[in-house]
């Protein structure tokens, strides 16, 4: 019942930054947490961050902690990744999530996805 679209993905020099964004739409919307995945060529999908729609708490992967930054806007049902410092290793597909509960690689919903490319 939820729909997620992403955007913002594209290429950009190791260094650069990034800003996703996702729309949701759909039902009770704050019964959701909203969150991001992302999968790399001949890798499993892994969890990158989340955040609660109600209370707002906020989980990172240990991997990007410090340079990425999830938020929310309530009002327009997004959700935004702004991606700093960027690696090589953060090239993948990107993934928008929606669920009460986002754990590892579980969630109810799921965007298409956006690709992120980190030249060297």
């Known amino acids: 019942q939820v729909q997620l679209v992403e955007s913002g993905g594209g290429l950009v020099q190791a260094g650069g930054s990034l800003r996703l964004s996702c729309t949701a739409s759909?039902?009770?919307?704050?019964?959701?947490?909203l969150g991001w995945f992302r999968q790399a060529p001949g890798k499993e999908r892994e969890f990158v961050a989340r955040?609660?729609?109600?209370?707002?708490?906020?989980t990172y992967a240990d991997s990007v902690k410090g340079r990425f930054t999830i938020s929310r806007d309530n009002d327009k049902n997004m959700v935004f990744l702004q991606m700093n410092s960027l690696l090589p290793e953060a090239t993948a597909v990107y993934y928008c999530?929606?669920?009460?509960?986002?754990?590892?690689?579980?969630?109810?919903?799921w965007g298409q996805g956006t690709q992120v490319t980190v030249s060297s």
């Open positions: 999530a929606a669920a009460p509960v986002i754990v590892s690689s579980h969630s109810d919903y």
């Open positions: 759909g039902p009770d919307l704050r019964r959701y947490s």
């Open positions: 955040i609660g729609w109600r209370i707002g708490s906020i």
